[in-house]
T-cell receptor
Framework: AQTVTQSQPEMSVQEAETVTLSCTYDTSESDYYLFWYKQPPSRQMILVIRQEAYKQQNATENRFSVNFQKAAKSFSLKISDSQLGDAAMYFC???????????FGKGTRLHILP | GAGVSQSPSNKVTEKGKDVELRCDPISGHTALYWYRQRLGQGLEFLIY????????KSGLPSDRFSAERTGESVSTLTIQRTQQEDSAVYLC????????????FGQGTRLTVV
């Protein structure tokens, strides 16, 4: 069975600085998708960025980028120029391309220090 | 509909009562997911549907939990003989099947068992 591990329960970063959130996963599948979601206090889950496992190029979305290391089964999220609005829980997710099951890590709570 | 809709948004029930939580997915989304999120915790996978079938029910915590989906649309999560440890936010998400798209989430139902 697949698992997703986020080893940092909480992190803090100074406003305008860069922070990296870690995620590792375990799977025997070769084809899958990876996602980072943000959950602010409103509770609404918001997609931050996605990555297809067959693509070697790391995905980027404005200030958000990933470091996808397929062999190491690692999928970290880098947030550049951190803003107060980035404060939230961040969840890493794995979606199987074989059966569409989606599982999540336990999350990292990110604090932005003004 | 425009988004995933869950009802009720909040539910307070007495221990031992049965509750039904409803999820209306985005029209045309064939995959539907249920997760449980305890306060400050991650998303715990419960069950997912492909169409009206549930290929993986492994996350249901006990036989008090059941779910069904009809018409490849609305889904109901039922918890029988509720216990205090069932108190949590129950999140529903929907997605296209076999597509590299994210799951779209509802706002969740906050269940409190007193």
């Amino acid at each position: 069975a697949q698992t997703v591990t986020q080893s940092q329960p909480e992190m803090s970063v100074q406003e305008a600085e860069t922070v990296t959130l870690s995620c590792t996963y375990d799977t025997s599948e070769s084809d899958y998708y990876l996602f980072w979601y943000k959950q602010p206090p409103s509770r609404q889950m918001i997609l931050v960025i996605r990555q297809e496992a067959y693509k070697q190029q790391n995905a980027t979305e404005n200030r958000f980028s990933v470091n996808f290391q397929k062999a190491a089964k690692s999928f970290s999220l880098k947030i550049s120029d951190s803003q107060l609005g980035d404060a939230a829980m961040y969840f890493c997710a794995y979606r199987s391309a074989r059966n569409d099951k989606i599982i999540f890590g336990k999350g990292t709570r990110l604090h932005i220090l003004p | 509909g425009a988004g995933v809709s869950q009802s009720p948004s909040n539910k307070v029930t007495e221990k031992g009562k049965d509750v039904e939580l409803r999820c209306d997915p985005i029209s045309g989304h064939t995959a539907l997911y249920w997760y449980r999120q305890r306060l400050g915790q991650g998303l715990e996978f419960l069950i997912y549907f492909q169409g009206n079938s549930a290929p993986d029910k492994s996350g249901l915590p006990s036989d008090r939990f059941s779910a069904e989906r009809t018409g490849e649309s609305v889904s109901t999560l039922t918890i029988q003989r509720t216990q205090q440890e069932d108190s949590a936010v129950y999140l529903c998400a929907s997605s296209l099947y076999r597509e590299n798209t994210e799951a779209f989430f509802g706002q969740g139902t906050r269940l409190t068992v007193v």
